[in-house]
């Protein structure tokens, strides 16, 4: 492989992102990387994970750090598509339908606690992730450019909550937990919000332009065909694995693609390696395959990111 090449001096906001989210989510620089590399490959991230460990804020010191517009939507039983999406109101001045856009019409959009609406709902963004544009009354408007959704779901296991249908998981690039934090980390934290929220001090580093500078700045990253070759050779290997009924859609295939050139853009390189491939498998991967007899296992979601690491170990590296 060739030697790392100097970036370009718009990258350095990528290193300006991260810096300034660290101010306030603490000992998290993994998971934050993780969450650009979704949004500068285009594609949308699932935070999985118990109340109260971040995600929220994680979604507004992102927000605040590209100056993009933000909102927040809380799924609860009685959600509505038009909830979500916007309507047409009758303007008797005019006499004529104007569409009121809804929350969903943001660069940032955190779809907060997805499974606890019903999944008629959570189709409502379909859509929108897919498309970057909604439909209403039979007519499609576009949304902003950014346009990045983080949602964030509860454990399954916990009261009110309902299963996101194999489309809807395949709509996501990234799927992500953001876990505890270390004695050390929240000692941290408590110290950092003795007088005052850190989140309300943030100052933008970067501007939507810039994200949109930075995502076409992704897709020229090299990707060599043995790479390529290596990654197909992984999705392939998900599709017949004894243990899986369904393997991984070409979605996925396009997304981890993505995801690899993200991620070797945010480490300075203008070329993906085999290891960016590897790194992302699990969380571009792991949920949106199926394991058999899933209803039977005790966490599917652990078995499917099980049976990745094995396909992962098994496929042999490129040289």
């Known amino acids: 492989m060739p030697e790392p090449q100097t970036r370009p001096a718009t990258d350095a906001s990528v290193d300006r992102l991260i810096e300034n989210m660290e101010r306030v989510i603490l000992g998290k620089r993994e998971r934050i990387e993780l969450v650009l590399i979704g949004m500068l490959a285009g594609g949308h991230i699932l935070i999985e994970d118990i109340p109260g460990v971040g995600k929220s804020t994680l979604a507004r010191a992102l927000a605040r750090s590209v100056a993009g517009e933000f909102r927040r939507i809380q799924f609860t039983p009685d959600l509505l598509p038009s909830d979500i999406t916007g309507i047409s109101v009758f303007d008797p001045t005019h006499r004529e339908f104007k569409f009121q856009p809804g929350p969903i019409f943001a660069n940032i959009v955190l779809a907060d606690e997805i499974n606890r609406t019903t999944p008629r709902t959570q189709s409502a963004l379909l859509e929108a992730m897919s498309e970057a544009e909604v439909t209403v009354d039979g007519t499609t408007h576009a949304l902003p450019a950014p346009f990045f959704v ?150 599917p979601d652990d078995l499917a990111a099980e049976v990745i690491r094995e396909i992962v170990a098994s496929v042999p590296v490129p040289l």
């Open 150 to 299: 983080i949602a964030t779901q509860n454990p399954l296991e916990y009261t009110g909550t309902y299963l996101l249908p194999e489309s809807q998981l395949d709509r996501f690039l990234l799927r992500m937990r953001l876990d505890y934090p270390t004695q050390d980390e929240e000692k941290q934290i408590l110290a950092s919000r003795r007088t005052h929220d850190p989140l309300r001090d943030l100052e933008p580093v970067s501007t939507p332009e810039d994200v949109r500078a930075l995502r076409a700045a992704v897709r020229e990253i090299r990707v060599d065909d043995s790479v390529v070759h290596y990654l197909t050779t992984l999705i392939g290997a998900t599709r017949t694995h004894e243990h899986l009924a369904t393997g991984a859609s070409p979605r996925a295939t396009l997304g981890l693609y993505r995801a690899a050139q993200a991620l070797a853009f945010v480490q300075g390189r203008d070329y993906v390696l085999p290891d960016d491939v590897k790194a992302l498998a699990i969380p571009a991967l792991a949920h949106r395959v199926l394991p058999r007899n899933a209803s039977m296992t005790p966490d």
